[in-house]
């Protein structure tokens, strides 16, 4: 029989694989060459340091966090009438800049605050302690200047009576009834003398106490009277302005923000109105609402730009002033957020409350 190779045809398969490994290897070199883009004739690339600077430069370089804000005054001062009454005349307008202590209001009280104001300008009390003052000096002066001196008298008189009887009774010249009449009278003005200086002394305390009892209304009615002045912004030592009249002026410089609607010349209203709002407006503060996450990323004094919505053209410089502690909804459900404040200048004027804007605060990474 022939003989076979059994191993002939596993050295034909492997032969096979190797030519079909050869040709797939050789078809993808040129499947790269004919897609490779031939290199240009430049200078060697930049070594791997150059590189990688940037990407450390930027690491190290600020980052900015954008913010929806709204602005407002950094304080407010509201006036109210103190007292009510009549609108008289109305001397400034909304949006005008005010000094301390301009008239904004002028107004006549009601009857019922006349009465008040009355009350407080001539109280009673005073006039009554005043007149009770006078009353008890005057019987003062009348028991130290008259009885008191009339009782010495009669004393100095009863002595020098026992003393004339005494010698008439050692020459047994007078009645031993006479010495012991001369002793009862000299006895008596003794007594007499002694109520008036105790009567001296009542009065001169219940004087003195009726005097620290003036005293504290006296300084009660310059309270008041100071509360007064203050309230309606006046003083009354000025003749010339009738004691029904009544101001509202400005307690500070600024702006006048807000009239009320109602603040009508010959309008009548009740006291505790609110009239007027004032507030400084330079500088500014821009309030924002800042998520936990970027809340964490910024420190007091950081700077940053803000730009309004109705000045989009000008950049506005800040600085974050306050940083809260407390969240705006501290519900478990839901995460944190923040209001921070950004202090900036409003030179110009043209910032006004309540416009809203973008904050971009630069914080370091």
Known sequence: MPQFDINRPRRR?????????????????????????????????????????PQIADAKSEAEITLRGKSFSIFQRKLVMPYGGEVLSIEIKEGQPVNENDTLVKFRLDRQARIEVMGILYPAKVQDLKQAVFDQKVTRDKLKDVSLKLHEMDVEKAKQNLNDVQQLWDRKLVEQEALRNAERKLDTANKKLLESNKSLKQAEESLAKTQGDL???????????????????????????????????????GQVLWISPELRVNAEHAAGFPA??????????????????????????????????????????????????LSRNPALEVPADYEIECLLENGDGKIKDGLTCNVRVSVAQ
């Not at 078809?27 to 690339?45: C, D, F, M, Q, Y």
């Not at 006046?234 to 410089?253: G, M, T, V």
């Not at 330079?282 to 309030?287: F, G, Q, T």
Request: proline content about 8%.
């Open 276 to 325: 007027i709002t004032i507030a400084p407006t330079n500088p500014m503060v821009v309030r924002c609402k800042v998520h936990e996450l970027d809340l964490v990323k910024l420190k007091m004094g950081d700077r940053g730009t803000v730009v309004f919505d109705a000045i989009p053209d000008k950049k506005y410089a800040c600085k974050v002033s306050r940083i809260p502690w």
């Open 13 to 53: 398969l492997k032969s096979l694989g190797v030519m079909l490994a050869s040709f797939v290897a050789l078809v993808s070199v040129a499947l790269l060459l004919v897609t490779h883009e031939p290199k240009k004739a430049e200078s060697s690339p930049p070594p791997v340091r150059a590189a990688i600077v």
């Open 215 to 253: 005293k504290f209304f006296e300084d009660k009615y310059k309270r008041e009277l100071d509360l007064l002045e203050y309230q309606t912004r006046r003083s009354y030592q000025d003749s010339d302005i009738p004691n029904d009249i009544a101001f509202l002026k400005a307690p500070i410089s």
